[in-house]
């Protein structure tokens, strides 16, 4: 059983940067469009950036200009660099991809688990 896993998320002062990752638990042929998104308390949740297999970008306009999504296809993983980070982007960021576990698969959409951002002031 394929999981999605996020990683990098913690606790960092406004103003600072963290890189948060989106791999596959184990070996898989291929991660096609993949988004991060985000809950904090109380709130919605809510599309951060997106990523499409071809590449094509789309972000929220409260991160734009601060995070960049990415992709190594290599490693079949994505990646969010948020940068001048702001007390109101603490939450739980989460991805969801669609994967495609061998060669001739359909792509399925798995989510992963989330990380905690926390962004002290």
């Known amino acids: 059983q394929v999981q999605l896993v996020e990683s990098g998320g913690g606790l960092v002062q406004a103003g600072g940067s963290l890189r948060l990752s989106c791999a596959a638990s184990?070996?898989?042929?291929?991660?096609?469009?993949t988004d991060w998104y985000r809950q904090a308390p109380g709130k919605r949740r809510e599309l951060v950036a997106r990523?499409?297999?071809?590449?094509?970008?789309n972000y929220a306009d409260s991160v734009k200009g601060r995070f960049t999504i990415s992709r190594d296809n290599a490693k079949n993983a994505v990646y969010l660099q948020m940068n001048s980070l702001k007390p109101e982007d603490t939450a739980v960021y989460s991805c969801?991809?669609?994967?495609?576990?061998?060669?001739?698969?359909?792509?399925?959409?798995?989510w992963g688990q989330g990380t905690q951002v926390t962004v002290s002031s």
């Open positions: 184990r070996s898989i042929f291929s991660i096609g469009g």
């Open positions: 990523i499409t297999s071809s590449g094509s970008i």
């Open positions: 969801n991809a669609d994967i495609a576990t061998y060669y001739g698969d359909r792509h399925y959409s798995y």
